[in-house]
């Protein structure tokens, strides 16, 4: 079996990176294309995968170089041998019938980001999918709200949710000492995140608790965000932002942490999400903190921590959280309650069924030819 993967993200991004790897343990060949803006980087992945990196830098002076990306790619496809296509982006989907035409089969990953983001890019994941689904052969999705819309559709499907792979976080060090650690390194934008409102928690914690540190990593293009970190990081020494975190570090730091922060807007694509940071939270054995109404938030309220419904006051995150740290037993309490709970949700658990899709489709192909 050989695999075509293609993908219009960040090349650093984890849920792909954790499918290239464990496709590349039971596949002869795994070919992965890469479109984005992000700089050429060195991809640590499997002998059997080979990488190639498409920049694109789409700007108001140059907006169809997407255009000549998306023609690479189709001369990529041309020239492939490969049984299996595997895309990672809705926009990639106009590529598919050309695919079938060279007799590939055909994989779509539905990411949650198009959903989560809403507006344009939503309208444009619903335009493409709705258009070209016939072209598709094989659907991966995140969580169950999404399975009640691809119902509508004739696809072979998995839920594979985003999970975290375990020994990555069974590797790291954990931490064995104060002071008490809040975290969250990941989307810092108003859109999605209750940005904001998490920093004047945290502002309130650091002003009236000691022996407190919190550590915030993730780009920022807002602002406001901006300036309100700039002034944290002033006004405490115990505050500490970093910009954008490599994933390596990311593990390693939120290890070493007690409270791991994760504040989703009241937007409804939000309800029922598969949040790659709560599952690194639980692997991780952190007390969890959170707003939302994310897909198993109910195992983890009062058991690993406290899940707030949208919109919560402040001053209840603020009480909340001062709890935890006046009280050394409840969050001893909720960090062993997360640490069995990551148990549970492990990307080991469910990454077998990219194998279980690919062979059903290769099946039901071979079935067809006879």
């Known amino acids: 079996m050989k695999i075509l993967v293609v993908s219009y993200h960040n090349i650093n991004d984890n849920r792909i990176n954790k499918h290239l790897n464990t496709i590349s343990r039971f596949t002869e060949h795994v070919h992965y294309v890469n479109i984005s803006d992000s700089k050429r980087q060195n991809l640590t992945v499997r002998e059997n995968c080979s990488v190639e990196q498409i920049p694109v830098n789409v700007t108001k002076k140059n907006p169809f170089g997407i255009i000549w990306a998306f023609l690479k790619v189709r001369r990529i496809i041309r020239k492939s041998n490969a049984n299996i ?193 709560i599952f690194e939270y639980l692997l991780s054995g952190l007390a969890v903190v959170s707003i939302g109404r994310f897909e198993h938030w109910d195992k983890i309220d009062s058991v690993a921590g406290r899940v707030f419904d949208f919109d919560p006051p402040l001053s209840d995150l603020v009480t909340f959280v001062q709890g935890l740290v006046d009280n050394p037993a409840l969050l001893r309490k909720f960090k062993n309650g997360s640490k069995a709970l990551g148990e549970q949700f492990t990307w080991e658990s469910v990454e077998g069924r990219y194998r279980e899709l690919y062979e059903e489709l290769f099946d039901a192909t071979s079935s067809t030819e006879k």
């Open 85 to 277: 296509i595997h895309i990672h982006d809705p926009l990639l989907i106009v590529l598919l019938p050309y695919a079938k035409s060279r007799k590939m089969t055909t994989v779509y990953d539905k990411h949650e980001s198009y959903e989560l983001y809403g507006g344009l890019h939503g309208r444009i994941s619903n335009y493409l999918e709705n258009t070209y689904h016939k072209k598709i052969d094989g659907v991966v999705y995140v969580n169950s709200n999404q399975e009640l819309y691809l119902n509508t559709f004739a696809y072979r499907k998995r839920l594979i949710p985003n999970f975290q792979v375990k020994a990555q976080f069974s590797s790291a060090v954990e931490k064995s000492s104060s002071p008490i650690t809040l975290i969250y390194i990941g989307t810092l934008t108003e859109s999605s995140r209750a940005t904001l409102l998490m920093l004047d928690m945290i502002e309130a914690i650091l002003s009236t608790r000691s022996g407190v540190n919190c550590v915030i990593g993730g780009p920022v293009n807002d602002s406001r965000i901006d300036e309100r970190l700039e002034a944290l990081s002033n006004k405490f020494e115990t505050f500490s932002y970093l910009g954008y975190v490599p994933y390596n570090e990311l593990i390693e730091l939120t290890c070493k942490s007690d409270i791991g922060l994760y504040f989703q807007k009241d937007r409804p694509n939000n309800i029922g999400s598969s949040p790659n940071k």
